[in-house]
């Protein structure tokens, strides 16, 4: 069973920045996809940026050049490093595990955590 938190959302300015955590305890050493999605009011969820097996990323070309994830292993965590944040950006944010490619594994969300950008 993986759990995931979310830390580091709030309020922040139009050019601002803000650094996301996400913990993740239980087995994820090995896993396929983590990384961070959001929706906002009355969207669909969508892909922010993950890690993809290998070690490639993926980032949203909404946020290429503003928004950087990274990880360290060693505590089970990942972090989503947010700059230049636009009013767009708001949402509420989550991250994701998927452990494997097994069509049945549909991953495991955390809880979320609220980005507000606004002057």
């Known amino acids: 069973q993986v759990r995931l938190v979310e830390s580091g959302g709030g309020l922040v300015q139009p050019g601002g920045s803000l650094r996301l955590s996400c913990a993740a305890s239980?087995?994820?050493?090995?896993?396929?996809?983590m990384g961070w999605y959001r929706q906002s009011s009355g969207k669909q969820r969508e892909l922010v940026a993950t890690?993809?097996?290998?070690?490639?990323?993926n980032y949203a070309d909404s946020v290429k050049g503003r928004f950087t994830i990274s990880r360290d292993n060693a505590k089970n965590t990942v972090y989503l490093q947010m700059n230049s944040l636009k009013p767009e950006d708001t949402a509420v944010y989550y991250c994701?595990?998927?452990?494997?490619?097994?069509?049945?594994?549909?991953?495991?969300w955390g809880q979320g955590t609220q980005v507000t950008v606004s002057s």
């Open positions: 994701y595990v998927r452990l494997t490619w097994d069509p049945r594994d549909f991953g495991s």
């Open positions: 239980g087995s994820i050493f090995s896993n396929v996809v």
């Open positions: 890690f993809i097996s290998g070690g490639s990323t």
